[in-house]
Antibody
Framework: EVQLLESGGGLVQPGGSLRLSCAASGFTFSSSAMNWVRQAPGKGLEWVSGIHYSGGTTYYADSVKGRFTISRDNSKNTLYLQMNSLRAEDTAIYYC??????????????WGHGTLVTVSS | EIVLTQSPGTLSLSPGERATFSCRASQSFSSGSLAWYQQKPGQAPRLLIYGASSRATGIPDRFSGSGSGTDFTLTISRLEPEDFAVYYCQHYDTSPFTFGPGTKVDIK
């Protein structure tokens, strides 16, 4: 059974940084692209970032480009999202989502339960 | 960037009724790279339909998808109590992989 467990969320001040982690199990992590998707309170879904199976290629939404960095450690079956220069509008539940292919394809076939990030002073 | 719009915003129906949702894209994508997700309160989204019309693993056959180009439709043939939720369409043609704003199905 595919399991994705996010951690690292919390309260951070505007301009601050946070690193999210997603521990994966139940599938061959090193053969799957991975993504982050977020959902602001009471709002819809926003794709944030994706990374190829090898970590060699990454993609970002314009809203986070230059501030967020996606990465992975295939030896630890873990996906990361380093978030810098955080803004109030980054407040959201952040979901880790498994891609259906090795290369970032965008079809998200399994999701974690999410971790809440709150940016506030 | 492909922008997706969904209608209606809210659908009020009774169990056993048929539900039909629309998703329209700002530009055509020939690959049919359109997915539908279901999200219940307090839960993560779940993949229902991919490739515009293929059901994901374990999805009941009362869920069906259709469409191509810029116009897509999700149909639930007979609503079950567990189907009352929010439904999002998403394209995965090219990055960024945008979502529609969602259609909420609530109990009439």
């Amino acid at each position: 059974e595919v399991q994705l467990l996010e951690s690292g969320g919390g309260l951070v001040q505007p301009g601050g940084s946070l690193r999210l982690s997603c521990a994966a199990s139940g599938f061959t992590f090193s053969s799957s692209a991975m993504n982050w998707v977020r959902q602001a309170p009471g709002k819809g879904l926003e794709w944030v970032s994706g990374i190829h199976y090898s970590g060699g290629t990454t993609y970002y939404a314009d809203s986070v480009k230059g501030r967020f960095t996606i990465s992975r450690d295939n030896s630890k079956n873990t996906l990361y999202l380093q978030m810098n220069s955080l803004r109030a509008e980054d407040t959201a539940i952040y979901y880790c989502a498994k891609d259906s292919r090795a290369y970032t394809y965008g079809l998200l076939d399994h999701w974690g339960h999410g971790t809440l990030v709150t940016v506030s002073s | 960037e492909i922008v997706l719009t969904q209608s209606p915003g809210t659908l009020s129906l009774s169990p056993g009724e048929r539900a039909t949702f629309s998703c329209r894209a700002s530009q055509s994508f020939s690959s049919g790279s359109l997915a539908w997700y279901q999200q219940k309160p307090g839960q993560a989204p779940r993949l229902l339909i991919y490739g515009a019309s293929s059901r994901a693993t374990g999805i009941p056959d009362r869920f069906s998808g259709s469409g191509s180009g810029t116009d897509f439709t999700l149909t639930i043939s007979r609503l079950e109590p567990e189907d009352f939720a929010v439904y999002y369409c998403q394209h995965y043609d090219t990055s960024p992989f945008t979502f529609g704003p969602g259609t909420k199905v609530d109990i009439k």
